[in-house]
């Protein structure tokens, strides 16, 4: 009888640590403006945010805007590590790339030491639209789950 008990328990236990899962994004922003002169970082947010509390329902019967406030949306509390930009005053700096690669992989690696696994990466480009642009961000989202 012991043993179906705990074999209930065990299997119980094991179902509701499947079903309970956590997110958790993490994003590199690095800066493609010429001459260096933008800025790259690794952004971890340290709060958390419901998104139920900023999100409505549109209906056909009812259309109320969404009344949330954009300052409430913000995050003030997060970890912001510098990376280098790809450029600086000469071109295209690779050394700058394989430093933000190394900063990049032991932020990964400490995640998956901490329990994540890392579960999808998507990446983007703004990138310098001509002479009068200037402008340009390499931007990647690290999607972890526990």
Do not use: H
């Amino acid at each position: 009888m012991k043993k179906i008990i705990l074999f209930f328990f065990f299997s119980c236990l094991a179902s509701s640590a499947i079903t309970a899962q956590e997110f958790k994004v993490i994003t590199s922003v690095e800066s493609i403006v010429p001459s260096g002169l933008g800025r790259s970082r690794i952004i971890d947010a340290n709060a958390d945010r419901d998104y139920q509390e900023f999100s409505s329902t549109q209906t056909e019967d009812d259309n109320t805007r969404n009344k949330s406030k954009r300052s409430d949306i913000r995050v003030k509390d997060f970890e912001e590590t510098k990376l280098l930009n790809f450029y600086n005053v000469a071109g295209i700096r690779f050394q700058n790339i394989a430093a933000n690669d190394a900063l990049i992989s032991s932020k990964l690696s400490d995640m998956a030491q901490n329990g994540w696994e890392l579960v999808f990466v998507t990446s983007g480009v703004e990138a310098d639209a001509g002479n009068t642009d200037g402008q340009g961000i390499f931007i990647t989202r690290y999607i972890f789950k526990r």
